[in-house]
């Protein structure tokens, strides 16, 4: 079974910074994509980044470009989005996901991912 776990989530005053796992077990493949993606309250879910595994490459959404980095530990089967200077609007639930196969570059549309978290709680007073 496929299973993915966030952590890291919680309260941080603006111009802070927070570290966020996702913790991948069950998945053998080679070929993947995680993707970060978070949901505020009364907007709909959006994708924030990703990284692939077959080349490395990471994508970023204006909105943090500059400020998240997103990396990768195989040996640890966990992923980190490392979040900086973080602002009241980058408030929400993140979740990261899975998508199996070769990502061919580009961030997977949403309904393509096949495994989610359960989510953690980003709260960036101002």
């Known amino acids: 079974e496929v299973q993915l776990v966030e952590s890291g989530g919680g309260l941080v005053q603006a111009g802070g910074s927070l570290r966020l796992s996702c913790s991948v077990s069950?998945?053998?493949?080679?070929?993947?994509?995680i993707g970060w993606f978070r949901q505020a309250p009364g907007k709909e879910r959006e994708g924030v980044s990703c990284?692939?595994?077959?080349?490395?490459?990471?994508y970023y959404v204006d909105s943090v470009k500059g400020r998240f980095t997103i990396s990768s530990d195989n040996a640890k089967n966990t992923v980190y989005l490392q979040m900086n200077s973080l602002k009241p609007e980058d408030t929400a639930v993140y979740y990261c996901?899975?998508?199996?196969?070769?990502?061919?570059?580009?961030?997977?549309?949403?309904?393509?991912?096949?495994?989610w978290g359960q989510g953690t709680q980003v709260t960036v007073s101002s």
């Open positions: 990284i692939s595994s077959t080349d490395g490459s990471t």
């Open positions: 996901a899975l998508f199996a196969g070769n990502a061919w570059g580009r961030f997977r549309a949403e309904d393509e991912f096949d495994y």
């Open positions: 069950g998945f053998t493949l080679d070929e993947y994509q």
